[in-house]
């Protein structure tokens, strides 16, 4: 046994894998060993001899199995030691900043849109920016040969659904649904094939509808004047042009003037037209209606002095951190 020991001790020192290190523990250990057919002959001597001969297999065993324990943790050593070669770790760079988030521009002007029309008592809708015809253009009484509908303005994805070119067939959703009094506002995106420093393919507008007994311009303009200086400065230079949309009778559209002095054209309002409100068989007699369309990326260019929209959706980073 001795023999035998003295030959594993050597055969496991040069061992340097887990595969080899199991064939040693089956060769020595295992229902093959010798250390097994030894055990097994036990029962053949007598008593004293057993007691003997199975301390000194016992003993070997114990022994084999220390030293197969030792080896592996020696391998898994190694394993780890070899990785660390492979993937070199440099402790001593400096550890990668962890960049904090924030709200979009855009969103944190929507936001604050809602908060000022909450507060004179909207209501807040959303609808599909995947739009039929139907509320897109019908029944906003714009004609089939209007230019809006031309294929070059819209984008079409068959004849009877378009991505949404303005927020404002929302107006006709929500009329259908509630009789009147209405005060809402609807955010949400538009999209048209426009590009240029004042104009992106998908833009932001937010859409307000007020239904009421005896609601007129004055109250329109009022509303929309007193928005403007509460989302930017109390000495807004403003400016109402008289304007034309199929949905609204009279119309007009507000621009505002920048640092440099040019007039930027921000929002579209109106009475909302007899044909619209007959269209959602509101009762003239009763109602009165007036509606406005902010585009709001305009307004945030006016906000943060920026002087082309497509900032906005660049997502470059420099740009973006301002907002932080
Ligand atoms: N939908 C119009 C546009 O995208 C803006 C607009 C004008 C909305 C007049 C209105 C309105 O609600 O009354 O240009």
Not at 198 to 204: A, G, L
């Given at each position: 046994m001795k023999k035998t020991f003295i030959s594993a001790i050597q055969e496991i020192k040069k061992i340097d894998n887990n595969t080899s290190l199991n064939n040693f523990q089956?060769?020595?250990?295992?229902k093959n060993s010798i250390l097994y057919f030894y055990f097994s002959k036990l029962t053949t001597l007598n008593i004293s001899e057993r007691i003997q001969c199975s301390t000194i297999l016992n003993n070997f065993k114990k022994k084999i199995k220390n030293k197969i324990n030792d080896k592996k943790i020696e391998l898994k050593d190694n394993r780890l030691i070899n990785q660390k070669n492979k993937y070199f770790i440099d402790y001593t760079l400096p550890g990668r900043k962890i960049e904090c988030g924030s709200l979009h521009p855009i969103t944190?002007?929507?936001?604050?849109?809602?908060?000022?029309?909450?507060?004179?008592?909207f209501n807040t809708y959303y609808g599909p920016e995947l739009e039929s015809t139907y509320y897109n253009f019908d029944a906003l009484n714009i004609p089939h040969n209007h230019p809006a509908r031309n294929i070059s303005d819209t984008f079409w994805l068959n004849s009877n659904y378009v991505l949404r070119t303005q927020t404002s067939g929302m107006q006709i959703r929500i009329l259908e649904k509630n009789p009147g009094p209405i005060r809402a506002i609807i955010p949400g995106k538009v999209y048209r094939r426009d590009y240029d420093h004042?104009?992106?393919?998908?833009?932001?507008q937010i859409e307000g509808l007020i239904v009421d007994t005896s609601i007129s311009f004055a109250n329109l303009k009022w509303i929309l004047e007193n928005f403007i200086i509460q989302i930017l400065k109390k000495n807004t230079k403003i400016r109402f042009r008289s304007s034309y949309f199929p949905f609204t009778c009279p119309s007009a559209e507000m621009d505002i003037q920048d640092k440099n002095g040019n007039w930027l054209e921000v929002l579209g309002c109106g009475?909302?037209?007899?044909?619209?409100?007959k269209n959602c068989n509101i009762d003239r007699d009763i109602y009165s209606a007036c509606a406005f369309g902010i585009g709001v990326e305009r307004l945030a260019m006016?906000?943060?002095?920026?002087?082309?929209?497509?900032?906005?959706?660049?997502?470059?980073?420099?740009?973006?951190?301002?907002?932080?």
């Open positions: 089956s060769k020595y250990l295992g944190i002007v929507i936001q604050e849109i809602k908060k000022i029309f909450s507060y004179l008592g004042t104009h992106t393919p998908m833009f932001h009475m909302v037209h007899p044909n619209v409100l006016l906000k943060y002095s920026v002087s082309d929209i497509r900032c906005f959706f660049e997502n470059d980073i420099r740009f973006l951190k301002q907002f932080v």
